[in-house]
């Protein structure tokens, strides 16, 4: 008799990629890079855009967590987030080099939190960007806000990253009578006429965030 073949596990970064296919806002055929062992720390995917590839999105603070996790007590958060500004976060691999992206819980009147969650120049850009974000001419996408796109060679930061869904909600309380697609075509539209504080332009990026619960691994 033959002796059977044990099965082999899948590591959590193959296992995100063919949840991403299966899930169907990617085709196999599309090159969705993704950084080795922060699977977990997935968002979701950009909207293709003119000019712009399909890009995979990952938090930053989830990724420092998990990297502290398999430290071992070797690493605390702060050094944890040193490596992956130097080692991940400005590593340009192509086109579609990941998104990062920090998260929108800083507030003005947050010190306590802000100083423990990053390092000090991140702080001090953090904190001058998430004003911007009062100066927007369509404060209504606010609440959509998912937060910031570090920036990397060949591809600006500071971009504000919208979730594509809450958005549409938003958009589409204010005009009630459109469909969805007329909602969703506006909307586009109109992040190309986002601007900072300085009056800057300001080209967003749109995710398309999982179903809940969909980010399952054996």
């Known amino acids: 008799m033959k002796a059977k073949k044990k099965a082999t596990r899948l590591s959590k970064d193959v ?17 969705i890079m993704i950084p080795d062992g922060f699977a977990q720390a997935f968002l979701g995917l950009t909207v293709k855009q003119p000019g712009r590839p399909r890009l995979a999105v990952f938090e930053c603070e989830a990724m420092g967590a998990i990297l502290v996790a398999g430290s071992e007590g070797s690493m605390d958060y702060e050094e944890a987030r040193e490596y992956l500004e130097f080692n991940t976060y400005g590593a ?38 998430y004003k911007t974000v009062m100066a927007f001419e369509i404060k209504a996408l606010r609440p959509a806000l998912l937060g910031w796109a ?22 589409g309380k204010r005009f009630p009578k459109m469909s969805v697609k007329k909602v969703r075509e506006a909307l586009l539209e109109v992040g190309k006429k986002l601007k900072d504080s300085e009056g800057d332009s300001i080209r967003p990026y749109w995710v398309l965030r999982p179903p809940k619960g969909w980010l399952k691994f054996k």
């Open 92 to 129: 340009y691999v192509g086109k579609t080099t990941p998104l990062y992206v920090e998260n929108d819980s800083l507030e003005d009147d947050d010190e306590d939190a802000e100083e423990k969650a990053l390092p000090t120049t991140q702080r001090e850009y953090l904190k001058d960007l």
């Open 150 to 171: 570090g920036s990397v060679p060949g591809r600006s930061g500071g971009s504000p990253v919208f979730d594509l869904e809450k958005a549409l909600l938003v958009w």
């Open 15 to 31: 296992q995100l990629l063919n949840l991403i296919v299966k899930w169907g806002k990617a085709t196999a055929r599309e090159k």
